[in-house]
């Protein structure tokens, strides 16, 4: 309506220096006190590394009956060594930030001193070899060229260090491409078609998973929400009891149990979640919680990576076609299928530990956030966050991956002007298509009683139409001896505009979409001597 007017709330960014006035709770007296809060340029964290790759390579061509059969083979040899950032338990003893006249704001250099120690070292070879067989121009005559190829090249991905949950160490990523086909060469090179036909298979790809792999968070955040219960109730008689009260309040009688002999303290509860991780895993994280000021640490577990193997395996045309002196076509078509294996299995291993032990565990059906009114359970948190999604992840194992789009082609074509009043331009366009993509699964429960995606229904994304167009001009100039093109072009000009769906909800709404690729138009001038 006419009669409404909206304006946009007008809020500084803070910065450094700004004051603000608060309200802390002080836990000795059990009362709130008025603080005056000034903001500094204070860096929290970070982390350095050093790498050296040393690379050894030896490669050889040959050509053997005429030119007819042409053969590479390569070899590569990588050594990778890694220094990281000082170990935790030395940088705790240093400032990340220097102080100078009472105000943190500089980095500390020796916070972030990269370790004398070696944290890493990795060595790796891979062998490529490729071979090519022409057939003799007398056996086809001038207007048809046959060609052969065959291929396979391994691969060693020099990548920084990455560790599994409990801190081991992972091989770096590796993989095989195993590549046939058959080149056409017609009427004297005017068109050329190369069919192609690839495999590759990778191993320990890196892989990431949000809120899936965030089962660390999720135990120590337990820690901090029933810490926030004990400042929350501290003003009563029984802090921990009227913690356990609100928890039933919220989710009933078996959501707390007021003459546990075994938790009678808000220490027995942190205590009863730091259990719930696994020996190793605590063992090398060190989660603990410090009751009298709620400070909550841990190691850290630098380069925590999940992986999985994957074999994608597919077919690519490509032709090219000069129809005349002027005009030129190129197509590219291409078709692709994976298979995901072995997916993040020590996180899920730990994971479902975890799950177990809060399961069993007396306060498993408690509030996890007795403080305020979110009727979760720890059990119930923990699935939904961790479990639900793990199992989504777990059911793609060994499954044909929907998620990556199976077609794509690729149209260019241009003609160039060579006499007339049109003389030096050239005009061109291009297409490109992709296929549907799967963006989601409704969800079923499986033979155990879990929910799972049914991978067999996934709600697909939308095929996505692009076109674009140009326009240059060239000319020789400076009496011939630089050669000027100005080239205008026009980038996603036509096809979809449309918002793009990127997730689907399994109850079919979307929940995430992104912007179509943007138009664009840029002008360029290029000068060749």
């Not at 380069?303 to 032709?319: A, C, H, N, P, Y």
């Not at 590219?332 to 730990?350: C, F, G």
């Not at 565990?361 to 009114?373: E, H, K, V, Y």
């Not at 003609?415 to 298509?433: C, K, L, N, P």
């Amino acid at each position: 309506p006419s009669d409404v007017l909206l304006s946009p709330i007008n809020i500084g960014q803070p910065k450094a220096g700004d004051s603000y006035e608060l309200l802390m709770w002080n836990r000795t007296d059990k009362v709130f006190e008025p603080q005056t809060a000034i903001l500094e340029d204070v860096l929290t964290g970070g982390s350095r590394r050093r790498n050296e790759i040393e690379t050894e390579v030896i490669s050889v061509q040959s050509r053997w009956l005429n030119d007819h059969l042409i053969g590479l083979v390569g070899w590569r040899d990588d050594t990778s060594t890694t220094w990281e950032n000082i170990g935790s338990t030395e940088a705790t003893r240093l400032a990340i930030t220097q102080d100078i006249a009472g105000r943190n704001s500089p980095r500390n250099p020796e916070f972030f001193r990269i370790s004398d120690s070696v944290s890493d070292e990795v060595t790796g070879d891979t062998l490529t070899w490729s071979l090519v067989g022409k057939a003799p121009d007398e056996w086809f005559g001038d207007n048809l060229g046959i060609s052969l190829h065959v291929s396979e090249s391994e691969n060693f991905a020099v990548s920084p260090t990455r560790r599994d949950v409990l801190g081991n160490v992972l091989a770096p990523p590796t993989g095989t491409t195993e590549e046939y086909g058959i080149t056409f060469n017609l009427f004297q090179n005017k068109v050329i078609a190369r069919l192609n036909w690839f495999e590759t298979a990778a191993a320990g790809s890196s892989l990431s998973g949000g809120t899936a792999f965030g089962f660390f968070g999720w135990v120590s955040g337990y820690l901090g929400r029933w810490e926030e219960a004990a400042q929350e109730f501290s003003m009563e008689d029984d802090p921990f009891k009227a913690a356990i009260q609100a928890s039933i309040d919220q989710l009933g009688p078996g959501a707390g149990n007021l003459d546990n002999p075994n938790f009678q303290s808000f220490r027995d509860v942190y205590d009863e979640i730091i259990s719930w991780l696994p020996s190793e895993v605590q063992a090398q994280r060190m989660l603990a919680i410090d009751e009298s000021s709620g400070e909550i640490t841990s190691e850290p577990n630098p380069g925590q990576t999940s992986i999985e193997d994957f074999v994608s395996e597919g077919f690519e045309l490509d032709l090219t076609a000069n129809l005349t002196p002027n005009w030129r076509v190129f197509l590219n078509v291409a078709q692709q299928e994976a298979v995901e294996s072995n997916i993040a299995l020590k996180i899920r291993e730990v994971s479902a530990e975890i799950s177990s032990n809060i399961k069993s565990s007396p306060i498993g059906q408690w509030a996890d956030t007795p403080a305020r009114s979110e009727g979760q359970t720890f059990e119930s948190r923990f699935l939904a966050i961790v479990g639900a999604p793990l199992g989504a992840i777990a059911a793609r194992d060994g499954k044909l991956t929907q998620s990556i789009r199976e077609w794509r082609v690729n149209a260019v074509t241009s003609y160039s002007f060579d006499e007339g009043m049109f003389a030096g331009f050239t005009v061109g366009g291009g297409i490109r298509w992709e296929d549907q993509n799967a963006i989601g699964y409704p969800n079923i429960l499986n033979s155990d009683g879990k929910v799972i995606p049914e991978l067999a229904r996934p709600f697909m994304g939308p095929d996505q139409l692009h076109g674009d167009l140009f326009l240059s001009y060239r000319r020789p100039i400076m009496d011939g001896k630089v050669d000027w093109k100005i080239q205008v072009n026009g980038r996603n000009v036509f096809g979809d505009n449309d918002p793009i769906p990127v997730v689907i909800n399994p109850d079919g709404n979307i929940a995430v979409i992104r912007n179509s690729q943007q138009k664009t138009v840029f002008l360029t001038n290029t000068f060749s001597f």
